[in-house]
C-alpha cells in the first residue's frame, strides 16, 4: 500500500485540534468535540487507530465515517487500522487458524473485536476457524462501505506549520517518506526516542505518552520544543487509566506555549477528603522497562525486583505477565501523589493498601479517604 500524503492550507485565524488512538471508544471523541465547542471552523485531525482494543468499535467506525463528511476533519491510517483491514482481506485457509486465536485473545482481553462486531450484525458464529474463514466473503462485501474507507485514508498530513502521522517520520522529506513502506510510519516505536529532529512540528499518536517517563505515569500530551514533536495518545482502550487526548492549537502559526489540550476519560471521580505528601524518586514500570523479577507472590500484592531500577517494590499480582519466559509487568508506578483535601480524583483501583488513582492525568497512590 502506497503512502499518500494530504497537503492542507490552514488559514490564519482557524483553530486546529488534533485526537488520535481512539480504539473504539467513539463516546470519548464525542464528549471531548462537545467540550472544546468544535465547529464549521476548526480543522479536526483524527491521527489513526480508529478501531480496536476498545468496546465499540464498528460504531466508532462509522462515527469517524459521518465526521469524516464534514470539509473541515481530517482522518488518517493508523497501524492498527490497516493491520485489521489486511486481516480480513488476507484471511485464508493457510492462516484461519491464527485469525482465530486472534479473535479467542480479543475476546478474553476486551470482550469483543470489529470482526466479532461485523459478524454479530449479520447474525453469523465466528466460533471455529473453519466458520471465521467461511464469513470473509460476506464480511468483505457487507461491510465494503467501512473497509473501502480505512483502505483509501491517507498515512500522512501536512499543513503550513505542521504534519501529522500516526507513528512518526523517518525524515522530513515526505517524497522520500512515500517511497518508503506504510508501516514504517504508521507503526514508528518509541518516535519520541529516536533522535529526530524536525523543522515543522510532527504530530504523532501510536505510543502512549505515558511510555517516555520511567519516574512518572502522565497521560497528558508531551511537546518536544527542542526537535519539534508533540505526542498526543493517552493510552485510550490500552488501559483502564487510559485518557482521549485532543491537542488544541488556537492559531496555525502560533507560540507553542498557546497549545493546550482537554482530556477525557469514563473513571468515576471522587474528592479527597485528607491531603498526601509527594513521594521522591518515584518509578514508573511502563512497556519499555517492564521487566521484573518477583521475590514473593502474594494473591493481591507481590514483591518484585524491577530490573532497570533496581527498585524492590510491591505491585498489584494482575498486572504480573511471563512473556517469553521473563517475568514483565503490566504497568506500575510506586509514585505517591500530592493531594490536598477537596482535590478531585478519578479512581482506578481500590485495594487493601489504598487508591490508585489519576489527578490532571498524573497517576499514582493515594492513601487517603474521599
Known amino acids: 500500500?502506497?503512502?499518500?500524503?494530504?497537503?492542507?492550507?490552514?488559514?490564519?485565524?482557524?483553530?486546529?485540534?488534533?485526537?488520535?488512538?481512539?480504539?473504539?471508544?467513539?463516546?470519548?471523541?464525542?464528549?471531548?468535540?462537545?467540550?472544546?465547542?468544535?465547529?464549521?471552523?476548526?480543522?479536526?485531525?483524527?491521527?489513526?487507530?480508529?478501531?480496536?482494543?476498545?468496546?465499540?468499535?464498528?460504531?466508532?467506525?462509522?462515527?469517524?465515517?459521518?465526521?469524516?463528511?464534514?470539509?473541515?476533519?481530517?482522518?488518517?491510517?493508523?497501524?492498527?487500522?490497516?493491520?485489521?483491514?489486511?486481516?480480513?482481506?488476507?484471511?485464508?485457509?493457510?492462516?484461519?487458524?491464527?485469525?482465530?486465536?486472534?479473535?479467542?485473545?480479543?475476546?478474553?482481553?476486551?470482550?469483543?473485536?470489529?470482526?466479532?462486531?461485523?459478524?454479530?450484525?449479520?447474525?453469523?458464529?465466528?466460533?471455529?476457524?473453519?466458520?471465521?474463514?467461511?464469513?470473509?466473503?460476506?464480511?468483505?462485501?457487507?461491510?465494503?462501505?467501512?473497509?473501502?474507507?480505512?483502505?483509501?485514508?491517507?498515512?500522512?498530513?501536512?499543513?503550513?506549520?505542521?504534519?501529522?502521522?500516526?507513528?512518526?517520520?523517518?525524515?522530513?522529506?515526505?517524497?522520500?517518506?512515500?517511497?518508503?513502506?506504510?508501516?514504517?510510519?504508521?507503526?514508528?516505536?518509541?518516535?519520541?526516542?529516536?533522535?529526530?529532529?524536525?523543522?515543522?512540528?510532527?504530530?504523532?499518536?501510536?505510543?502512549?505518552?505515558?511510555?517516555?517517563?520511567?519516574?512518572i505515569m502522565q497521560k497528558n500530551p508531551l511537546i518536544d520544543r527542542g526537535r519539534h514533536i508533540i505526542s498526543i495518545d493517552g493510552g485510550c482502550g490500552l488501559q483502564r487509566d487510559g485518557q482521549l487526548n485532543m491537542l488544541i492549537i488556537p492559531e496555525p502559526d502560533c507560540e507553542t506555549d498557546k497549545i493546550t489540550w482537554m482530556s477525557w476519560d469514563d473513571l468515576p471521580v471522587f474528592r479527597a477528603l485528607t491531603a498526601q505528601e509527594e513521594s521522591e524518586d518515584p518509578v514508573n514500570i511502563e512497556y519499555l522497562n517492564r521487566k521484573i523479577r518477583i521475590l514473593e507472590e502474594g494473591e493481591e500484592f507481590s514483591r518484585v525486583e524491577h530490573a532497570d531500577s533496581g527498585r524492590r517494590m510491591k505491585i498489584l499480582t494482575k498486572s504480573i505477565y511471563n512473556r517469553d519466559g521473563q517475568w514483565a509487568c503490566a504497568r506500575h508506578t510506586d509514585y505517591l501523589l500530592p493531594v490536598r483535601a477537596g482535590d478531585r480524583l478519578s479512581v482506578i483501583d481500590e485495594t487493601s493498601d489504598g487508591y490508585f488513582v489519576k489527578k490532571d492525568g498524573v497517576c499514582g497512590w493515594y492513601k487517603g479517604r474521599f
Not at 122 to 132: F, K, R, Y
Open 1 to 215: 500500500m502506497e503512502i499518500t500524503v494530504k497537503k492542507i492550507s490552514v488559514p490564519k485565524g482557524r483553530r486546529i485540534l488534533a485526537v488520535s488512538d481512539i480504539h473504539g471508544q467513539w463516546p470519548f471523541l464525542e464528549h471531548l468535540l462537545e467540550q472544546t465547542n468544535f465547529c464549521d471552523d476548526d480543522l479536526l485531525f483524527i491521527i489513526g487507530d480508529i478501531i480496536e482494543k476498545g468496546y465499540e468499535n464498528l460504531a466508532s467506525l462509522r462515527y469517524v465515517m459521518d465526521l469524516a463528511r464534514r470539509d473541515n476533519v481530517t482522518v488518517l491510517m493508523g497501524n492498527v487500522d490497516l493491520l485489521r483491514l489486511q486481516m480480513l482481506e488476507n484471511l485464508s485457509e493457510d492462516n484461519c487458524g491464527k485469525f482465530y486465536g486472534y479473535l479467542l485473545k480479543m475476546r478474553e482481553w476486551r470482550g469483543t473485536s470489529i470482526f466479532d462486531e461485523m459478524a454479530a450484525e449479520l447474525g453469523l458464529a465466528l466460533d471455529s476457524p473453519e466458520q471465521a474463514l467461511a464469513s470473509r466473503p460476506a464480511l468483505l462485501e457487507s461491510f465494503r462501505k467501512e473497509l473501502d474507507f480505512i483502505r483509501g485514508l491517507p498515512a500522512i498530513a501536512e499543513t503550513e506549520n505542521y504534519i501529522f502521522v500516526h507513528g512518526g517520520l523517518p525524515s522530513e522529506d515526505l517524497e522520500a517518506v512515500k517511497a518508503g513502506n506504510i508501516r514504517d510510519v504508521l507503526k514508528f516505536d518509541n518516535f519520541m526516542g529516536s533522535g529526530l529532529s524536525f523543522h515543522k512540528y510532527v504530530i504523532v499518536g501510536h505510543y502512549p505518552v505515558s511510555i517516555y517517563n520511567q519516574k
